[in-house]
């Protein structure tokens, strides 16, 4: 059996189970694509063994101001930038020879950003340049981008994570220090547990640093609700954990898949017997007629049963969540 490891091999396998060579298969191979695509998308969207669950890391991008000459060693880095027509303001992120300004905006949603073509000058320098074009990054479009492979956002892990502290007043501190010292002569396991347990309700309940994030598939975009100014700076990471489509021009195992071939078969079948329904009723030589309608009518029962299977035995389960 010739195993499919491909888009090609995969739609001849498909129709040779309805009867290809041997039958004429009236399907046009721009129709064939269509469904293909279709078929993976279902699959993908559905079918658990088609995404893989992945930390995805990404580093806080700045903004930058496009000048239109090469002054950007004029500014300081750390310097006060503001712009003449807008009135904006910005911090110098880091100074350069190049033609361009990294900055981190000051201004948010109340305030005017900077306008193409308006001159910026530095407060500490003095130096005057004129924009040319505006970049926005990460920081002043308070969202990050997402891969356009990845279906779903699950969480963005917190960002103090990054920081640990040896204060001496620090409560998670005092606790790791007298259970850690314990646990190995008169305290027990359950007790550590169940102490860190509380611990995590009372940073959820008094100091939780968990985000509201904004997860748009279409737009792959994930937006995060903070003062992006004061808790992340430029070339930080952050870091989500997500579930993303296993590319199969890559793994060519999906295309041998038992589900999405069988799939695949029956929306070809689908196919078929649209085209054939204009046919329907007409006699041809030796009273043969064609019966596309049946061939539509199976098609859609396979394909419900099929749906049906995948949303009962492979779709991923549904987070629960508990408060």
């Excluded at 900077?114 to 005057?128: K, L, P, V």
């Excluded at 103090?160 to 646990?183: C, E, G, R, V």
């Amino acid at each position: 059996m010739a195993v499919p490891n491909s888009r090609e091999t995969l739609k001849d396998y498909c129709l040779r189970s309805l009867g290809a060579p041997v039958i004429e298969i009236n399907v046009d191979d721009d129709q064939l694509e269509d469904r293909v695509d279709e078929a993976l998308q279902f699959y993908q969207h559905y079918h658990t063994d088609a995404i893989e669950k992945v930390f995805l890391k990404h580093k806080i991008t700045g903004s930058k101001l496009n000048l239109t000459a090469a002054v950007g060693a004029s500014f300081q880095q750390g310097e006060i930038i503001t712009g003449s027509v807008s009135g904006a303001t910005a911090l110098v992120h880091e100074d350069t020879t190049a033609n361009y300004v990294l900055y981190t905006i000051l201004t948010h949603d109340d305030e005017i950003p900077f306008q193409t073509g308006e001159t910026i000058t530095g407060t500490n320098s003095g130096h005057t340049a004129v924009i040319s074009t505006i970049v926005k990054g990460d920081m002043e479009n308070e969202y990050i981008p997402i891969p356009d492979a990845v279906t779903d956002v699950i969480r963005l892990f917190p960002i103090n994570d990054a920081f640990t502290s040896n204060n001496l007043f620090d409560i998670k501190y005092q606790m790791h220090l007298n259970d850690m010292f314990s646990l190995g002569y008169m305290g027990s396991l359950l007790e550590y547990s169940m102490a860190q347990q509380y611990l995590s309700t009372l940073d959820l309940v008094i100091d939780s640093d968990n985000k509201f994030t904004s997860f748009d598939r279409h737009r792959n975009q994930l937006r995060i609700d903070m003062k992006w100014g004061e808790e992340v700076v430029i070339d930080n990471y952050l870091v989500v954990e997500a579930y993303r489509i296993i590319d199969p021009e890559t793994f060519t195992d999906i295309y041998n898949d038992h589900y999405l071939k069988k799939y695949l078969t029956a929306i070809i079948k689908r196919q078929w017997g649209s085209n054939l329904l204009k046919f329907e009723g007409m006699q041809m030589p030796g009273g043969v007629q064609f019966n596309g309608r049946q061939l539509f009518d199976d098609a859609l029962t396979e394909i419900e049963k099929l749906e049906e299977e995948v949303r009962l035995n492979w779709e991923q389960p549904i987070d629960f969540y508990m408060g």
